[in-house]
């Protein structure tokens, strides 16, 4: 976890300059008035890690001149300590990975209703709370990771077909504390119920036995290497892995589909505007940005997600969007399953 300290254009110029440029830098910053400074700066806190979302932020900071200070950890963390922090909390703006995390953050008062023409024109209802006090930025889908040389996509038709025995010692799975994982149960509960969901997860926890991840590039590898046959993972760290290897034999797989299946679980990074900030202005101005084609086009061209802005188009090398069904739980409702679903985690003892 760690606050990014600000570098102005001012002081990189005089840094530039060597020893002399060093005491310039010092000058400059003593000189600099705090509340000025203060003024054109955002605090955000992170849910996603630094390398997913800074060159969007990066992009901002260059358009508006507003610097951006960002602490990045665990969305589920980041709102513990929000909370925890209440009015003292210098945080303006709550980014995450995962929608649940700012329902809660909702739930507890701690995000602003934003009343802007902009998110209603571009960002569909149910990618954003009712009284837009956050707002998805970019979807994702929950999807099989295979390897291309030891198993056909005919032989796998449902997440469910994970936990069967066949899949013994071949899968790769998130651990217990991804949020990821959380959020995909979640949805597996509000669609087919706890039973189905615990008979999963102790499918998949027999399936896995020591390949237990806590990031998701790792399964991905652990695939592309022949460890293991299959893993589950977000579907965009499929496709920066072919960005660098593109000779590995591994492409994804979107289960569940069909008119009778439950359709792929499909998640969003969000936004939300601290209810206590005193920089609205800038805060609004983030959002706006986020959502706008340039911002959008961003998550789309390097992160490779679904953008939500639907004038914005995807990459190429992703499913189109109409090609697949997505589950029908809203994504407002993850907040409410994660307790639950996480007991249920606990129950068969995923690690």
């Known amino acids: 976890m760690r606050l990014n300290r600000i570098v102005t254009p001012f002081s990189l110029k005089c840094f530039a300059t060597g020893y002399y440029g060093f005491l310039c830098l010092i000058v400059a910053m003593c000189l600099m008035p705090p509340v000025a400074y203060a003024t054109h700066s955002l605090v955000v806190y992170s849910g996603r890690a630094e390398r997913l979302i800074k060159p969007v932020l990066d992009v901002f900071e260059h358009e508006t001149g507003i610097a951006i200070r960002m602490l990045t950890s665990g969305s589920t963390e980041l709102v513990n300590r929000l909370q925890a922090e209440g009015k003292r909390s210098p945080a303006d703006v709550f980014i995450t ?16 209703p934003l009343a802007m023409p902009e998110i209603e024109r571009v960002i569909p209802p149910a990618f954003r ?21 030891h198993v056909k996509p005919a032989e796998i038709g449902s997440l469910l077909d994970l936990a069967n ?50 990031k998701n590039r790792q399964i991905v590898d652990a695939v592309a290497k022949g460890r293991v046959d299959l893993g589950i993972v977000n579907h965009y760290y499929i496709y920066r892995h072919l960005a660098k290897h593109p000779n590995d034999p591994i492409a994804p797989l979107l289960t569940d589909q069909g008119d009778q299946a439950m359709g792929v679980v499909m998640n969003a990074a969000g936004i939300g505007v601290m209810a206590h900030s005193t920089h609205l202005a800038e805060a609004k101005q983030l959002v706006k940005f986020l959502i706008s084609k340039t911002g959008q086009k961003i998550f789309a061209d390097l992160n490779k997600e679904y953008p939500l802005n639907p004038a914005v188009d995807i990459d190429p090398v992703l499913p189109p969007r109409k090609s697949f069904h997505v589950a029908k739980v809203p994504l407002a409702r993850l907040a409410e399953l994660r307790e639950p679903t996480m007991k249920l985690i606990d129950k068969v003892g995923l690690r």
């Not at 995390?101 to 008062?109: C, I, P």
């Open 129 to 149: 709370a009712k009284d837009n006090s956050w707002i998805g930025l970019s979807g994702r889908i929950w999807v099989v990771v295979y390897n291309t040389h």
């Open 97 to 112: 990975n995962d929608v649940g995390a700012l329902e809660r953050a909702r739930e507890l008062h701690l995000l602003r």
């Open 165 to 214: 025995s066949y899949w013994k010692g071949k899968i790769a799975i998130p651990n217990a504390a991804s949020e990821y994982l959380q959020a995909g149960v979640s949805v597996l509960r509000a669609a087919r119920g706890d039973q189905v969901a615990l008979a999963f997860l102790r499918g998949i926890k027999a399936n896995a036995g020591n390949e237990v991840y806590g």
